[in-house]
Every structure is written in structure tokens, then in C-alpha cells.
């Protein structure tokens, strides 16, 4: 049962417009989203994250939005830029684990940022 | 500088062989976790620990072993029992209830059973 869903497995967009890339969840439990960033044989390295009760938040080229009633998570990139082009995965983190932050990630998706 | 160290960075086993791979912070967070990367998946959680000497299965537990003794280190073996142990193996540690759930990650260690 994948509770984080990222149903596109990859994203190509040109240099300079918007990415915007999706996500969905199930379990309505989940108290903090992030995204994470991921270049070939490199950890994850951390992008932007949101409050489940907040609806935005941005930083920079870098906006997420949350759909609470929908389930629904989007990072927003603008402008696009060649080096964004990574694998992005989107993760939330659910109740239960202590003091410890128990993420549970999606598949990703490729972002690809043509010239 | 702070961070998270993996090693070896590439590992290659024979089958039937237990591996030991290497996850040692100098962040001082108390909070570590162990994940594995298949090509097409996301992240799948193996253990973590909120403490030393505590440690809690994750998702995929069956055929790993970890242990916590120090608070740096939070070594994780590969035991012959895992059935499918080819993957790329990440470390991560999060400060003590960490308001936004933020993992810091290693950069990684590939495991692969010929």
C-alpha cells in the first residue's frame, strides 16, 4: 500500500518556464511534507517543506503548495534552471515514531531542464 | 564540517556472505535511520533509531540487523537472509523531534551480490 504517490516518472521542461511537479498521499495522519532533491549515486538533499496546516510556502525559485481536501502536494520551480535537472521525491512524515522523523517517500520524478 | 559519512561507497558480496556497511555522524543528532533505494522506487525505510541502544524495524526490516551503540555510529549488516540485497544503501540522521522532519543524508553506499 505506497502511501505517497508520485504518478509522473518524469518531467521535461525548458530553461527558464515553470516545473511543477505532483504529489499524492493517503494517509490523512501525515503532519510534515518535504521534498527532496537527488543527483545519480548522491544522497538526498533537502529542498522546502510545509506544515500540514499551512496551504504554501515558499523559498527562493522553490514553491509548495498543499491540497489538504485533495491529498494533493505540488512543488512549483520558477524559473527553471539546467541545474535542477535531478530525480525529486516527495515525502511526508507520519505520527508514531517517538521522537524520530519517519518519512515515507514516493517513486520520484526525473525533472529534465532543456536549453 | 558536519555531516554524514558512508562507507565503502561501493561494495561488492559473494552470496551467502553477511556485509557490514559503515554510517558515522558528527551532527549530533540523536535520531538515525537506515533506507534503501531500488531503480523505480522511492526511499524504503530498514530501521532507525531515536536513541542510543534503541533501534525500531522500519518497512523492510527482514534480513538486516543494526546496532547503536554509539551515538555517531549506526552501522547496518546485510545478512545472507536478505533475499534480494543488490541496492543502493543511504544513512540519514534528524535532530531530536525536529520541527520540520528534516533527514540529512549520507551519500550513499552500493551494495552488489554477484
Known amino acids: 500500500d505506497q502511501q505517497v504517490k508520485q504518478n509522473s516518472p518524469s518531467l521535461s521542461v525548458q530553461e527558464g518556464r515553470i516545473s511543477i511537479l505532483n504529489c499524492d498521499y493517503t494517509n490523512s495522519m501525515f503532519d510534515y511534507f518535504l521534498w527532496y532533491k537527488k543527483y545519480p549515486a548522491e544522497g538526498p538533499t533537502f529542498l522546502i517543506s510545509i506544515s500540514s496546516i499551512k496551504d504554501k510556502n515558499e523559498d527562493g525559485r522553490f514553491t509548495v503548495f498543499l491540497n489538504k481536501s485533495a491529498k494533493h502536494l505540488s512543488l512549483h520551480i520558477v524559473p527553471s534552471q539546467p541545474g535542477d535537472s535531478a530525480v525529486y521525491f516527495c515525502a511526508a512524515r507520519g505520527a508514531g515514531a517517538g521522537t524520530a522523523s519517519k518519512l515515507t517517500f514516493g517513486t520520484g520524478t526525473r525533472l529534465q531542464v532543456t536549453l | 564540517d558536519g555531516g554524514i559519512t558512508q562507507s565503502p561507497k561501493y561494495l561488492f558480496r559473494k552470496e551467502g556472505q553477511n556485509v557490514t556497511l559503515s554510517c558515522e555522524q558528527n551532527l549530533n543528532h540523536d535520531a538515525m535511520y537506515w533506507y534503501r533505494q531500488d531503480p523505480g522506487q522511492g526511499l524504503r525505510l530498514i530501521y532507525y533509531?531515536?536513541?542510543?541502544?534503541?533501534?525500531q524495524k522500519g518497512d523492510i526490516a527482514e534480513g538486516y540487523s543494526v546496532s547503536r551503540e554509539k551515538k555517531e555510529s549506526f552501522p547496518l549488516t546485510v545478512t545472507s537472509a536478505q533475499k534480494n540485497p543488490t541496492a543502493f544503501y543511504l544513512c540519514?540522521?534528524?535532530?531530536?523531534?525536529?520541527?520540520?522532519?528534516?533527514?540529512?543524508f549520507g551519500e550513499g553506499s552500493r551494495l552488489t551480490v554477484l
Open positions: 533509531s531515536q536513541i542510543v541502544n534503541d533501534f
Open positions: 540519514a540522521s534528524s535532530m531530536r523531534q525536529g520541527l520540520t522532519g528534516e533527514l540529512f
